[in-house]
């Protein structure tokens, strides 16, 4: 019932369609030089612009651009090149000043080391001769010290044989006595 | 009963005059067909002024837009022709946008209640038109073929590697094939035109009468509305592909033209 509802609908649509066309419009040879004449026109006008005025210009711009990308990398490769130089200078002058300061403290090190030894030598040698210095000191007044501990034995050795005997030894006798003693 | 009746299918191909206008005893009547050429191709010149105005590096959205279309012929001229195809740029360039414009302004609603004159109208939808132009681009086909490779341009009736006794057959095709080129461009376009904008047509005669039918069948007015939804979306797509059709067969034949001689 509904589909051939259209089908009546569409039959009346395409008879006043039929009804209406006196032949096809774009037939009517009597239109066709105004058309031809403006097609002419409007066409002729749109490839002049075209082809001497927008086109090279939409052309030029998407050169440029190209051009200024190209540009762009070839000069970011550049500076990345000479980022890259750079570094590798400061690496290098890292390196020769460590080498170098490592060269000034081996210098200094060795400097000081000499100056210390020099410094220990000649403290020894005076230190030496100071102990040198007391102990021969030392050696003298021990032998004083002796010398006078038998005089003081020979004085006392005689005092007690004069009392004893009421007769002094000669010294000779008490040297000899005091030997055989000490023997 | 037809209280919603629409014009006839035909009505919006019909040609009429606004202002008389004649050169010698040829009349060039500003017509709806001259109108419409008129206001495409002052829209494409607005349109490419502004993209061109400042043309800048970093583009802005006409210009990028002009450089899109820019590129795509480009590439398409490029691709079909080789690097010979270059002078025919401009050419093909405006042939596709002159087309395209002209199609898709023809998809513009007219207003109700408009007078005819202010109808909307497909100026590619005239064979008149479309084989202008069809013809235009089979002349420089000829002449740029003969330009280039002399009496050799006939070799694209008779290409080498055949038989000798095939060229008795082989020739008159080719020749049938070459002469049907510009008829079957110009109708290829015109046709397509045509029919889409009678299928939309009446499709919306459709919906028009069965509204105005009252009842069920108003309720059945839906259907034809759908397709005319569908056809109009249809006729978007056909209008860009015609447009394109015609740039590529240009460019084919213009490729033929510049390399006859290697064949």
Same mark, same amino acid.
């Given at each position: 019932?509904?589909?051939?509802?259209?089908?009546?609908?569409?039959?009346?649509?395409? %008879?006043?369609?039929?009804?209406?066309?006196?032949?096809?419009p774009?037939l009517?040879?009597? /239109?066709?030089?105004?058309?031809?004449?403006?097609?002419? #026109?409007?066409?002729g006008?749109?490839?002049?612009?075209?082809?001497?005025?927008?086109?090279?210009a939409?052309?030029?711009? &998407?050169?440029?651009?190209?051009?200024?990308?190209?540009?762009?990398?070839?000069?970011?490769?550049?500076?990345?090149?000479?980022?890259?130089?750079?570094?590798?200078?400061?690496?290098?002058?890292?390196a020769?000043?460590?080498?170098?300061?490592?060269?000034?403290?081996?210098? /200094?090190?060795?400097?000081?080391?000499?100056?210390?030894?020099?410094?220990?030598?000649e403290?020894?040698?005076?230190?030496?001769?100071?102990?040198e210095?007391?102990?021969?000191?030392?050696?003298?007044?021990?032998?004083?010290?002796?010398?006078?501990?038998? %005089?003081?034995?020979?004085?006392a050795?005689?005092?007690? #044989?004069?009392?004893? &005997?009421?007769?002094?030894?000669?010294?000779?006798?008490?040297a000899?006595?005091? /030997?055989?003693?000490?023997? | 009963?037809?209280?919603?009746?629409?014009?006839?299918?035909?009505?919006?191909?019909?040609?009429?005059?606004?202002?008389?206008?004649?050169?010698?005893?040829?009349?060039?009547?500003?017509?709806?067909?001259?109108l419409?050429?008129?206001?495409?191709?002052?829209?494409?010149?607005?349109?490419?002024?502004t993209?061109?105005?400042?043309?800048?590096?970093?583009?802005?959205?006409?210009?990028?837009?002009?450089?899109?279309?820019?590129?795509?012929?480009?590439?398409?001229?490029?691709?079909? @022709?080789?690097?010979?195809?270059?002078?025919?740029?401009?050419?093909?360039?405006?042939?596709?946008?002159?087309?395209?414009?002209?199609?898709?302004?023809?998809?513009?609603?007219?207003?109700?209640?408009?007078?005819?004159?202010?109808?909307?109208?497909?100026?590619?939808?005239?064979?008149?038109?479309?084989l202008?132009?069809?013809?235009?681009?089979?002349?420089?086909? @000829?002449?740029?073929?003969?330009?280039?490779?002399g009496?050799?341009?006939?070799?694209?009736?008779?290409?080498?590697?055949?038989?000798?006794?095939?060229?008795?057959?082989?020739?008159?095709?080719?020749?049938?094939?070459?002469?049907?080129?510009?008829?079957?461009?110009?109708?290829?376009?015109?046709?397509?035109?045509?029919?889409?904008?009678?299928?939309?047509?009446?499709?919306a005669?459709?919906?028009?009468?069965?509204?105005?039918?009252?009842?069920?069948?108003?309720?059945m007015?839906?259907?034809?509305?759908?397709?005319?939804?569908?056809?109009?979306?249809?006729?978007f797509?056909?209008?860009?592909l015609?447009?394109?059709?015609?740039?590529?067969?240009?460019c084919?034949?213009l490729?033929?033209?510049?390399?006859?001689?290697?064949?």
């Amino acid at each position: 019932m509904s589909l051939s509802a259209v089908i009546v609908a569409a039959a009346a649509a395409a %008879e006043d369609a039929a009804a209406e066309s006196g032949g096809l419009p774009q037939l009517d040879m009597s /239109t066709w030089p105004s058309q031809l004449f403006w097609l002419a #026109v409007t066409f002729g006008i749109l490839y002049w612009l075209m082809a001497g005025r927008f086109l090279p210009a939409i052309g030029g711009a &998407i050169e440029e651009r190209r051009g200024r990308i190209a540009d762009d990398l070839d000069q970011a490769s550049e500076f990345r090149g000479q980022a890259e130089a750079a570094e590798d200078a400061y690496n290098q002058s890292l390196a020769d000043a460590k080498a170098k300061a490592q060269g000034i403290a081996a210098d /200094t090190r060795a400097e000081v080391d000499a100056e210390i030894a020099e410094m220990q030598a000649e403290t020894d040698a005076k230190l030496q001769g100071q102990l040198e210095a007391a102990e021969a000191r030392i050696g003298e007044m021990k032998e004083e010290a002796t010398a006078k501990v038998e %005089e003081a034995a020979a004085d006392a050795t005689r005092a007690i #044989v004069e009392r004893l &005997i009421d007769e002094a030894p000669t010294d000779d006798a008490v040297a000899r006595a005091m /030997t055989n003693i000490a023997r | 009963m037809n209280t919603f009746r629409a014009a006839g299918p035909m009505d919006q191909f019909e040609i009429v005059r606004i202002v008389d206008l004649s050169v010698g005893s040829i009349d060039v009547s500003l017509t709806n067909s001259a109108l419409w050429m008129l206001i495409c191709t002052g829209a494409i010149i607005a349109f490419f002024f502004t993209a061109t105005r400042r043309a800048a590096i970093i583009p802005n959205r006409v210009q990028s837009t002009a450089e899109v279309l820019y590129e795509f012929v480009s590439d398409l001229v490029r691709d079909t @022709i080789g690097p010979e195809g270059r002078k025919f740029f401009p050419y093909v360039f405006t042939l596709f946008l002159w087309i395209l414009i002209a199609n898709l302004f023809g998809m513009i609603p007219t207003l109700p209640g408009l007078p005819h004159e202010a109808h909307t109208f497909t100026t590619t939808s005239h064979l008149a038109v479309t084989l202008a132009l069809s013809m235009l681009t089979i002349t420089i086909v @000829i002449v740029y073929g003969f330009w280039k490779n002399g009496i050799k341009f006939l070799k694209l009736f008779a290409p080498s590697g055949v038989p000798p006794a095939m060229y008795i057959l082989l020739v008159p095709i080719e020749l049938v094939s070459f002469l049907s080129r510009p008829l079957s461009l110009a109708i290829r376009l015109f046709a397509n035109m045509f029919a889409g904008h009678i299928i939309l047509k009446l499709f919306a005669g459709f919906v028009v009468s069965l509204v105005g039918a009252g009842g069920v069948l108003s309720v059945m007015g839906l259907l034809p509305f759908i397709g005319a939804i569908a056809v109009t979306a249809l006729e978007f797509l056909v209008a860009f592909l015609q447009a394109y059709v015609f740039a590529i067969l240009t460019c084919i034949y213009l490729s033929d033209a510049a390399h006859a001689a290697d064949h």
